[in-house]
């Protein structure tokens, strides 16, 4: 309520001493005191009642307002039982912007106090009705397929409150007001992935010349949501100061955002199942039905006959397997949410086929940025990879559909690569992998456990047994080329104890590592063990 309100209640009598120009300030509570410096027991936004028993000398008025001034007071209200109110306390009020008002003798504090209760919650059930019809139409509009960032922005404004939704990378959902510098977003969506509980106000980062402001967030949870593939609400404020209505409003904002991205993991979804047969038709050749598919997915033809426009494959996978299922489809869905057209389908082993625009150096150019966005993505997302590592592979680009069959085969050994290379999240590009690395990656899993558990098994079961370390000790022989004085004065031994220990290597495993065969088979053993 304002103070303009209470003052046109006709029985209260009640008129302006100063600071008739914030009529409009918003009264939040009804407070009486008669204590000098009543700071302590204020939060802001009262009526102040004063008989003013506090006052023994006028010096006492400049004490009371401070106080009240930095209690945030809206208003005081002063009793005229005892006389007139002093000059001193008026003056003090106008030196301090303090709106006073005079409280006639046969106006009493009680009175006051019950129609600024009344008023409030008039006022609040009012307010209620109103957050439930808004609520209800703003639900209505989201369901029907509305636009979610105009009905966002629009909710937003008219609750007044300034806020975004971003992903679990950074990226701008939706928003209103100021947006936040994408490295800012991209930083805060890293620390939010490692929160467990809500809501949290914090300081968005942000450059040194926009400096830091503190906002609220909030997670945006559907019943199938993950925190790696979801949304956050940041309001521009802290929740501490919020009012009731504020509370509300943003509560009401986070359940039609829940809603929005409930539906877009459900179009999502729908669009994976779709394309769950695109793997097949890539590597049986059917390039009609491949050329449909992506066609019915937004990616239109840009060429004659089965040519289509640019083409990177993106394969993706999480380690070990989550228990909730889909989840590495959801998380590279959100890497290349801002590639329009883009192809997302499988589960924990994802594939994604995205249009490159332009031919030539502007292909190019987007390849890289394609490139280095995955990357920067997967490196947020570290903040809540805990549980789990993410592998991405990105091919080469492919310029038709034939070649897009061996895209993804490329962007499949680029992500077992990944996997081998470990790290909390990896990105491999196509054109990275050109060593021995690319085919171990291209070997099956069983085959390479049989591998290594063949060369390496013998070793780590002796030192296992005997506390010693053979394994180590022919890593090392190997980093050094298979020099004896280099690699035991790397190990700080006598060479004649790094003889031994690899005349016991050799024994163990059947092999001599004076051939270059031989040094080569124990060398992708190890590699295939780190």
Request: net charge negative; hydrophobic share 40%.
């Amino acid at each position: 309520m304002q103070i303009s309100e209470l003052l046109a209640i006709p029985r209260l009598h009640l008129r302006f001493l100063s600071g008739a120009e914030h009529a409009h300030r918003r009264i939040r509570w009804a407070y009486t005191t008669d204590l000098l410096e009543p700071k302590r027991y204020l939060s802001g936004g009262e009526l102040v009642l004063t008989g003013m028993m506090w006052r023994n000398a006028p010096e006492d008025s400049e004490r009371f307002v401070r106080s009240l001034d930095e209690a945030g007071v809206a208003c005081l209200a002063a009793g005229a039982a005892l006389g007139e109110i002093p000059p001193d306390l008026i003056a003090a009020c106008q030196r301090y912007d303090m709106p006073l008002i005079e409280v006639p003798a046969e106006t009493s504090f009680g009175v006051v106090t019950e129609e600024v209760v009344r008023l409030l919650t008039r006022r609040r059930f009012s307010s209620i009705a109103e957050t439930r019809d808004r609520h209800r139409r703003l639900m209505a509009e989201v369901a029907a397929g509305a636009d979610f960032p105009e009905v966002f922005a629009g909710a937003a404004e008219e609750a007044g409150i300034s806020a975004w939704v971003i992903s679990s990378t950074g990226r701008l959902v939706a928003s209103t007001g100021q947006e936040p510098q994408a490295a800012g977003r991209e930083r805060l969506a890293f620390r939010a992935l490692g929160w467990t509980s809500f809501p949290r106000s914090t300081e968005l980062p942000a450059s040194e010349e926009a400096g830091t402001r503190t906002v609220t967030v909030l997670p945006v949870q559907t019943r199938e949501s993950h925190p790696l593939a979801g949304w956050l609400l940041v309001c521009a404020s802290d929740h501490a100061s919020w009012s009731d209505e504020t509370h509300e409003a943003v509560a009401e904002i986070v359940s039609m955002a829940v809603l929005a991205r409930s539906r877009a993991e459900e179009r999502s979804l729908s669009d994976a199942r779709h394309a769950e047969g695109l793997s097949r038709l890539l590597a049986t050749q059917r390039f009609d039905e491949v050329a449909a598919l992506l066609h019915v997915a937004g990616q239109a033809d840009t060429g004659e006959g089965d040519r289509q426009g640019q083409h990177i494959a993106v394969s993706a996978t999480l380690l070990p397997e989550p228990r909730l299922p889909d989840l590495a489809r959801r998380i590279v869905a959100e890497l290349v949410a801002d590639w329009s057209g883009s192809v997302v389908t499988g589960e924990n082993d994802a594939l994604a086929i995205i249009p490159v625009p332009g031919t030539g150096e502007a292909g190019t150019r987007a390849a890289e940025r394609l490139y280095a966005g995955l990357a920067r993505d997967a490196r947020v997302l570290e903040g809540g990879l805990v549980d789990y590592r993410l592998a991405v592979g990105i091919s080469s680009t492919a310029r038709d559909l034939p070649d897009l069959r061996g895209a993804a085969v490329e962007a499949q050994h680029a992500r077992r690569l990944a996997e081998l290379r470990g790290g909390r999240s990896r990105v491999i590009a196509g054109v990275e992998i050109d060593s021995h690395e690319l085919l171990l990656a291209s070997v099956p899993e069983e085959v390479r456990s049989s591998y290594r558990e063949r060369l390496l098994g013998p070793l780590l079961a002796y030192d296992r047994d005997h506390r010693s370390d053979l394994v180590r000790t022919l890593e090392r022989f190997l980093q050094h080329s298979g020099s004896w004085q280099r690699c035991a004065a790397a190990m700080h031994v006598h060479v004649n104890t790094l003889r031994y220990r690899i005349g016991r290597v050799e024994e163990l495993t059947g092999r001599d590592l004076s051939n270059l065969e031989h040094r080569v088979d124990l060398f992708l053993a190890l590699k295939l063990r780190s």
